[in-house]
Each structure stands twice: as structure tokens, then as C-alpha cells.
């Protein structure tokens, strides 16, 4: 159960913050994206299936990659400062998803 689950954490200097990585977690139903507050007690976590993805974006800046999800619905979440090697990685990982909703 657990070895289908693809876990992307963004760069400790490219996210801007090193306490609050972004992290996506690529599942077999879900894709979630964490961050954490800037408490230590508060997450921020979203969960969307993986048949609602429409459209995934990657934008380059000066920090790193930072990787737009959208979805049916009009929810979507951004993850900022993943190495170009990552957001690729993402990518490929929904490629298959967003060919059978499309």
C-alpha cells in the first residue's frame, strides 16, 4: 500500500522558508500538498483525486521551480522551490492522469 505513494519535498533553500517545505504526496487515488505553518502546531493540507486534476503548470523563477495544480471545482494549490529535476518528476507522475481526463 505504502510503496505506491511518491513523496516530492521542495529544496530547503529554494522554498523561501526552511522550516516549511512544500511537499506533494503523489498517491493512487490523491494528490496532497502540505506545507507547514509558520507554528509548529499548524499544517495546511490538501487533498485532491487524482480523476479531477485538469491542468498542471510548471513556472520557472529565481528560487526554483514552482509547480501550479488545478482541478475541476476550482481548487488548486501551488508548491514554490522544487529543483527542475523534481518538477519534471511531478510532471511524468500525473502525465497519465491528465491524458484520461482529458
Same mark, same amino acid.
Given at each position: 500500500?505504502?510503496?505506491?505513494?511518491?513523496?516530492?519535498?521542495?529544496? +530547503?533553500?529554494?522554498?523561501?522558508?526552511?522550516?516549511?517545505?512544500? #511537499? *506533494?504526496?503523489?498517491?493512487? #487515488?490523491?494528490?496532497? *500538498?502540505?506545507?507547514?505553518?509558520?507554528?509548529?502546531?499548524?499544517?495546511?493540507? =490538501?487533498? +485532491?483525486?487524482?480523476?479531477? =486534476?485538469?491542468?498542471?503548470? +510548471?513556472h520557472?523563477?529565481?528560487?526554483?521551480n514552482? =509547480?501550479? +495544480?488545478?482541478?475541476?471545482?476550482?481548487?488548486? *494549490?501551488?508548491?514554490?522551490?522544487?529543483?527542475?529535476?523534481?518538477?519534471?518528476?511531478?510532471?511524468?507522475?500525473?502525465?497519465?492522469?491528465?491524458?484520461?481526463?482529458?
Amino acid at each position: 500500500m505504502y510503496s505506491d505513494l511518491h513523496v516530492f519535498r521542495s529544496g +530547503i533553500l529554494r522554498s523561501g522558508n526552511p522550516f516549511s517545505r512544500d #511537499v *506533494f504526496v503523489i498517491g493512487p #487515488v490523491y494528490i496532497t *500538498f502540505k506545507k507547514k505553518g509558520l507554528f509548529l502546531n499548524s499544517d495546511k493540507t =490538501i487533498s +485532491i483525486p487524482l480523476s479531477n =486534476i485538469t491542468n498542471v503548470n +510548471i513556472h520557472k523563477s529565481f528560487t526554483g521551480n514552482n =509547480i501550479h +495544480i488545478e482541478s475541476k471545482f476550482q481548487r488548486s *494549490f501551488t508548491g514554490h522551490g522544487f529543483s527542475d529535476k523534481m518538477a519534471i518528476e511531478i510532471k511524468k507522475a500525473l502525465e497519465p492522469v491528465l491524458k484520461k481526463t482529458r
